[in-house]
């Protein structure tokens, strides 16, 4: 929780002093040791960091650890790092504080939503409404300023961050935000545990260095959050990356129609990029040269010419005409990046996608210690959902074997009825190490929110211990409106909760009713849950 406002001296100010004596002792350390040229990059990086040669705004000198990538709602690190752009801090410092504050806005607690808690904060970066008033930023260009949204709780934050000395000083910073020194320590913990790979100079990874698989049973396309853009998602995270890094808005990204077969539109894998509110045609420019685009080669996009994970960047001079600034594409202007992947057909996955950011893996705890109350159930599964769990359950058993496989199901269950049964299961018994729910084939496709809420119940019930199991749902539209939102719901709650791991409904063959299985169906379907559970208890 922010403390209450105080004078401080601007931290800019004080940066920019210490940046600039630290530069004049290195160039007369240089002249007078006569350091070799290969290590300047490195007293560069010790002297002021490699922060602070970005030509760019400010900006963190580290990409998303697959952590943060699974714990923060997209939505949230976007914010958290256009706030961190623009005031020139590292945005794993706004996401900590997030996160201890709030959880990123996930909180039910007084005060993170409406009203206050005990102290009098709110919002999901816990102010005080006078600390709030002092350093307010609107942040969505709304003409309102409220500690209760995140467009202006985030960037408000930062502004007051810098203001009480970070970059320059987080200890000083973190303590004036809380007056604690459990809270400062906390936040340094937390922020290291967000880093992921480092960023090069240009204020972006110089690629992943693998080239990442379809997780298995994932879905191949996935929304980038705050756009209509669909992609393939290995390359989500790098897309909302360099969104918020060069301030840029998403066109189209998977389109099976209307662009090249051969090229990468088809594949979900090639995405256009227009200026976003805050952002700019020469931003778009820098990006492109950034990420290794260069006039020599504009002619062909530079490809076969550019370090990975891109295989082509369609802006200016490109043989068509259509790709980059007005000045050189007219009403067709747009930047295009396109990813390197194997050979595949249009409309398919490809098999593997280099990426900028590394694929995320399952983190251990920092303390790889379990609670004492921490289940130690080896190799046992529990199945709750409707019919189709029904269907599953004998050939689970046989594709489990060696493992204690329960099911527990019933013919017309509703999301909310099963909240009901494991809340039931879990008063009069231990839960097992792994939960497959089967629930919201008969829910209304309508009925998102209540849906959302049902999938909270159970991820609260299964605890951060438990590895859990969600079918997607997949039947035909009722009434004209399809199932894609509770489908939606699903795999949010996924990027919210680490152990959430969606499977795709649709596997098995059907029974020909749109919404059962035949009996191989039903195999298939056993099988697919039992390749997940092994991987949850190798």
Not at 88 to 110: F, M, T, V
Not at 154 to 183: E, T
């Amino acid at each position: 929780m922010p403390g209450p406002a105080a004078a401080v001296i601007p931290a800019g100010r004080l940066a920019g002093v210490a940046w600039s004596e630290r530069r004049s002792l290195m160039w007369l350390l240089i002249l007078i040791l006569g350091i070799p040229f290969a290590l300047i990059a490195l007293i560069v990086a010790i002297f002021g960091g490699i922060a602070g040669t970005l030509t760019a705004p400010g900006v963190s000198t580290y990409a998303p650890s697959p952590f943060a990538l699974r714990d923060i709602p997209p939505a949230y690190l976007r914010l958290y790092q256009e706030a961190a752009i623009t005031y020139g801090l590292g945005w794993e410092y706004l996401a900590a504080i997030g996160k201890i504050e709030s959880d990123h806005g996930r909180s039910l607690a007084p005060g993170s939503r409406t009203g206050e808690n005990h102290a009098g904060a709110g919002g999901p970066m816990q102010f005080l409404q006078a600390t709030f008033d002092a350093y307010a930023v609107d942040g969505n260009n709304d003409g309102r300023k409220s500690r209760y949204d995140p467009e202006d709780a985030i960037p408000s934050a930062a502004n007051y961050l810098k203001a009480s000395g970070a970059p320059g000083d987080w200890d000083r910073a973190l303590f004036a935000y809380n007056h604690a020194g459990w809270y400062v320590d906390a936040v340094q913990k937390l922020a290291k545990r967000l880093r992921g790979a480092p960023l090069g100079p240009t204020g972006i990874p110089a690629g992943s260095g693998e080239s990442q698989a379809l997780p298995i049973g994932a879905p191949w396309l996935e929304r980038v959050r705050g756009t209509n853009a669909v992609c393939d998602r290995r390359i989500v995270p790098d897309v909302v990356l360099l969104l918020a890094r060069y301030k840029m808005d998403a066109g189209e990204c998977y389109a099976p129609a209307g662009h090249k077969s051969a090229g990468e539109h088809p594949l979900g894998l090639g995405i256009d990029l227009h200026p976003g509110p805050d952002g700019s045609w020469e931003l778009l420019g820098k990006a492109a040269r950034d990420l290794g685009w260069n006039e020599g080669c504009a002619y062909t996009g530079c490809a076969g010419q550019l370090p990975a994970p891109f295989r082509f960047i369609g802006w200016n001079g490109y043989q068509d005409g259509n790709h980059g600034d007005p000045a050189h594409a007219g009403s067709n202007a747009h930047l295009h990046l396109s990813w390197q992947h194997t050979p595949a057909l249009p409309g398919t996955p490809a098999a593997r996608v280099q990426t900028l950011l590394a694929a995320p893996q399952r983190e251990e705890p920092p303390d790889s210690t379990p609670p004492p109350s921490a289940p130690r159930v080896a190799r046992a599964l529990l199945q709750l959902g409707d019919s189709l769990a029904e269907g599953t359950a004998t050939p689970l058993v046989a594709a489990l074997d060696g493992w204690r496989v329960r099911t527990d199901a019933s013919t017309g269950r509703s999301s909310a009825a099963g909240v009901r049964r494991l809340q039931q299961l879990a008063q009069n018994t231990e839960l097992p190490a792994v939960l497959a729910i089967s629930l919201g084939t008969n829910d209304s496709p309508t009925s998102a929110p209540a849906f959302a809420r049902a999938i909270n119940e159970v991820m609260t019930i299964a605890g951060a211990e438990r590895c859990v199991l969600w079918l997607s749902v997949k039947r035909a539209p009722v009434n004209g409106v399809s199932y894609a939102a509770l489908n939606d719901e699903l795999d949010d709650a996924a990027r919210t909760h680490s152990n959430l791991h969606v499977l795709n409904g649709a596997v098995g063959q059907s029974a020909g009713d749109g919404v059962h299985k035949s009996p191989a169906g039903y195999r298939q379907r056993a099988e697919q849950i039992a390749l997940a559970a092994r991987r949850c208890l190798p």
